[in-house]
């Protein structure tokens, strides 16, 4: 008998019964629960922006608004799809629509801007930095849930995976943020909102294979 | 529905393992490069489908029962995929040594994340990605291990008699280089047994070391490197 072979042996005594993971919809929708429940906590503690319905009521900042939110719904339901075993690649491309709307709405935006307020419309605000700040640290306690939950991902395909989870945890974040600040022009948002969802997500791709080898996956000895 | 201990997915392994050995020059199977392999891998992966699609169906149904805890039928899965993953293992890692471990670290694998395959799925598509990219990460690791390792040629220089002539060092440094190279392309486990036993002069008995930690266990890693070394360094000089 062979070293695989007393593996088998060995592996065959221990097998013990486990659940099936539960389909990337419902995985999703779960996940959506725990993020809409944090952010609607973050929005509550800061105090909802005055004039969110005249925000609301113009068309390239509704746009972006919706693009940002179905961007973080898709890159979570994708992160779902790619961290599992045998389901298709393909998956991660299914963001890429909303994000498309996304940056569509920012930049009807900022030529909105530019032809209300000129010149003004393409000034540098530092102090919209605090916006991205806002979206890192919302962003935390999103990423930590959904990476624990794909952590098997690890096994498959971790960058990947911790791309779509950045993606969708600072997509959501930013349209969370932009019920609380106000006061931006559409670049400063560009820059500032859509800058820190690209760094997060970017930075997540970059250490997401030893990200998930320090998350370690689920293991059923 | 199929039972476990049902054999009649070995004539297809069979045809795997013969299409495998066949499909590619053995002699090329290290300079592939890994898109090649996995182009290859996808082709191989559908003819096995079309040939076998009762494999994936009986994998299935033991996988649903061994979710269950059957042991039984786990144990029949586990023979039974043994060699479609080393077929997987030969296509990414070549004629190596590490085909034997890369194998058992998928079925480690395999045990481990038994909860993500859904048993509504196929499980062909399941496994060969366990098994594909645990073989990529290995690959990338002997490469990253291979770069690292260092040839210090003075060193090598002042082993030699001072009675050799210029000739006689030239070959004999050139030879330096092809066993320093054929060590580096050794599996870790064996390249540690091998400097234990015949570089450290330390006997099996009282050689520790982490990749194997019976004296059998680095009799066997030995037995198995100088195999290896011998297949990769050829015949030797002719008088």
């Known amino acids: 008998m062979n070293d695989t072979d007393l593996l088998i042996r060995h592996l ?43 925000v609301f009521a113009s068309p ?10 179905m961007t973080g719904v898709l890159a979570a339901y994708a992160t779902f799809q790619v961290s599992v075993p045998g389901r298709p690649r393909a998956w991660a491309l299914l963001p890429v629509p909303a994000l498309l709307v996304w ?9 909105h801007d530019a032809a209300r307020l000129g010149p003004a419309a393409l000034a540098f605000e530092a102090a919209s930095g605090e916006c991205a700040v806002a979206i890192a640290l919302t962003s935390l306690p999103l990423s930590a849930v959904l990476l624990l939950m794909v952590r098997h991902a690890g096994v498959v395909r971790p960058s990947l995976s911790a791309w779509l989870a950045a993606l969708g945890a600072a997509s959501l ?34 250490v997401g294979r ?9 293991r059923h000895g | ?10 004539a297809t392994f069979a045809r795997i393992d013969a299409h495998e050995g066949g499909g590619l020059p053995r002699t090329m199977a290290h300079v592939v490069t890994p898109e090649h392999r996995m182009g290859t891998l996808h082709s191989i992966a559908r003819d096995s489908a079309e040939t076998s699609a009762d494999d994936g169906l009986r994998w299935s149904g033991w996988m649903a029962r061994a979710q269950a805890g059957d042991a039984t039928a786990y144990q029949a899965l586990l023979q039974s995929i043994v060699p479609y993953v080393r077929a997987i293992a030969r296509r990414y890692l070549g004629a190596s040594s590490e085909i034997d471990d890369a194998v058992q670290e998928v079925l480690i694998l395999v045990h481990e994340i038994r909860h993500t395959y859904e048993p509504e799925r196929p499980f062909k598509p399941w496994l060969g990605t366990i098994a594909s ?34 000739e006689d060092l030239h070959r004999r440094r050139q030879d330096a280089q092809h066993v320093h190279r054929a060590l580096g392309r050794l599996a870790p486990r064996m390249r540690e047994a091998v400097r234990h036993v015949y570089f450290d002069e330390t006997p099996p008995d009282a050689a520790p070391h982490a990749g194997a930690s019976t004296p059998g266990a680095i009799k066997v890693a030995c037995h198995r490197a100088l195999k290896t070394l011998k297949a990769a360094l050829g015949p030797g000089p002719t008088p």
């Open chain 1, 103 to 111: 940056l569509t709405g920012l930049g009807w935006g900022c030529l």
């Open chain 2, 133 to 166: 990219r645990r073989c990529i990460d290995i690959a990338r690791k002997r490469s990253r291990h291979a770069r690292r390792e260092v040839f210090d040629e003075d060193a090598l220089a002042q082993l030699h008699d001072d009675g050799d002539t210029p």
């Open chain 1, 210 to 218: 030893p990200l998930f080898a320090w998350i370690g996956h689920a």
């Open chain 1, 12 to 54: 065959s005594t221990r097998v013990r019964p486990v659940r099936p993971i539960a389909p990337p919809l419902r995985r999703t929708l779960a996940w959506l629960a725990v993020a809409t429940c944090i952010i609607a906590l973050v929005v509550a503690i800061e105090g909802v922006r005055a004039g969110i319905g005249d």
């Open chain 2, 1 to 10: 529905m199929a039972q476990p201990g049902d054999r009649r997915g070995d």
């Open chain 1, 173 to 206: 974040s930013a349209a969370g943020v932009t019920l609380i600040h106000s006061g931006e022009t559409a670049l400063m948002v560009l820059l500032w909102h859509a800058g820190a969802v690209a760094v997060m997500s970017l930075a997540c791709m970059a």
């Open chain 1, 60 to 69: 390239p900042n509704l746009l972006e608004w919706i693009g940002s939110v």
